[in-house]
């Protein structure tokens, strides 16, 4: 057995060296995403060509969801940041642990600001491996402490190509790669499931409250439009909204329990990995828990429900209940107004765009009676709830993955046989 410099152990029959060397034995590259003096913000254009920002890499892959776009024509002139299927894009500031591996989703999309690609030609190093190799908690832990800048870590080509790199014969890193891709593939069917299922539940919800008036006697028209029997009530009537806390007053303390701190970046990357810490020793409502309808309604405006776990409820994040309402009802409500609520925010002339709860208040919600909202609850609450299923069930798959990775990538552990893996795609 041998040490590499990342301090961790690795057979003899492993390769030690470092990025650098294997891009330059290689023809591989490593390039930074286009800086502001090439791509100003006045650029960005609403239908265009996809640019990855580190905000748009998310668990691990990226996130297409508010993304921002560039012409055709500026692409073109950034074409040497064109990413490719197969390269690793990285942050290269602020969270610089950040990674995800390029599909055939993402062919031709840019290496926006603030990220770096890196691009393998190497025929004895795979470069799904190295993807895995680079979410090693000692890696990460290196490319942090390398990180340079007091107040917003960053990275560049310099420090990547020094990263130390160790990596066994193929025939291992097939095993690897399979091992590891095989939960990854499953995460992501249930990722592409519950946006389905998303949809369906937009639409449906969409027909029943927005477009439809369900053949009765309509009072009003335009965004009044409902069915004469149907109430209307303020958004901020029909669910509680609940602030939370500037956590920074409750540390922790020495021997007492403590609860991850679920703050906007928690809830954008939907996961309390790596999160601050606040003490457990809080009121009960300001506790989140697994299915907890989330809003944050400053910065980056999110609705989502929760599935990371449990956590303490920061400041700029609202948890909606309701007494009177059921989930789905309030949720959906919230999601129809989420637009608009967004361009409100965006409105704003202050560094950091949000709402006020008089924006709640003026957000009118459409009731149908009691019966009617029973019977639609009946399709639209087991949507809602298969989501959280499949959110849990990718939480505890990504639990699995993260204890095997670095049994994996040390040797320590070895994947299936090379003659399990005989007519696997």
Not at 15 to 38: H, M, N, R, W
Not at 75 to 89: K, M, P, T
Not at 113 to 119: A, F, K, S
Request: charged content about 25%.
């Amino acid at each position: 057995m041998k040490f590499d410099p990342i301090d961790q152990r690795v057979p003899d029959t492993w390769t030690v060296t470092t990025l650098g060397e294997i891009c330059d034995a290689s023809g591989g590259e490593i390039q930074t995403g286009p800086f502001g003096s090439q791509l100003h913000a006045s650029d960005y254009v609403s239908l265009g060509i996809p640019s990855v920002m580190p905000k748009d890499i998310k668990a691990d892959r990226i996130s297409s969801e508010d993304i921002a776009r560039v012409s055709e024509a500026d692409a073109e002139r950034l074409s040497q940041h064109r990413l490719r299927e197969g390269d690793i894009v990285c942050s290269r500031r602020g969270d610089v642990e950040r990674r995800a591996f390029v599909t055939k989703r993402e062919e031709g999309w840019l290496c926006g600001t603030g990220c770096l690609r890196i691009r393998l030609n190497a025929s004895q190093l795979l470069t799904r491996y190295l993807y895995y190799y680079l979410g090693h908690p000692s890696v990460r832990a290196w490319i942090v402490r390398h990180a340079q800048g007091a107040t917003m870590p960053n990275l560049n080509t310099s420090i990547m190509r020094t990263i130390p790199v160790a990596f066994p014969p193929l025939d291992e890193q097939l095993r690897i790669t399979f091992t590891l891709g095989g939960l990854d593939e499953k995460i992501e069917l249930n990722r592409q499931i519950n946006q389905t299922l998303e949809g369906m539940g937009r639409a449906l919800f969409r027909s029943w409250f927005i477009d439809s008036d369900h053949d009765g006697v309509v009072v009003a028209s335009g965004p009044g439009r409902r069915p004469k029997d149907w109430e209307t009530m303020p958004l901020d009537q029909v669910a509680t909204f609940l602030n939370g806390l500037a956590l920074q007053k409750y540390p922790v303390q020495p021997g007492r329990a403590a609860l991850p701190v679920i703050k906007i970046r928690e809830l954008n990357q939907g996961s309390i990995r790596d999160s601050a810490e606040a003490s457990a020793e809080l009121p009960s409502e300001y506790i989140v828990k697994d299915g907890d309808v989330l809003f944050s309604w400053s910065g980056s405006l999110v609705v989502r429900q929760w599935s990371g776990g449990l956590g303490a409820l920061n400041q700029y994040l609202f948890k909606v209940t309701s007494s009177r309402f059921p989930k789905w009802f309030y949720y959906h409500w919230l999601q129809h107004y989420l637009p608009e609520f967004r361009r409100i925010a965006s409105d704003k002339a202050i560094t950091v765009g949000h709402i006020q709860r008089r924006h709640l208040t003026e957000a009118e919600v459409r009731i149908p009676p009691s019966k009617e909202l029973e019977r639609m609850g009946g399709v639209l609450a087991p949507l809602l709830a298969r989501q959280l299923e499949n959110d849990l069930e990718s939480r505890t798959l990504a639990r699995i993955k993260d204890n095997l990775l670095p049994r994996l990538i040390s040797g320590e552990l070895r994947g299936p046989s090379a003659d399990a893996l005989q007519g696997v795609p």
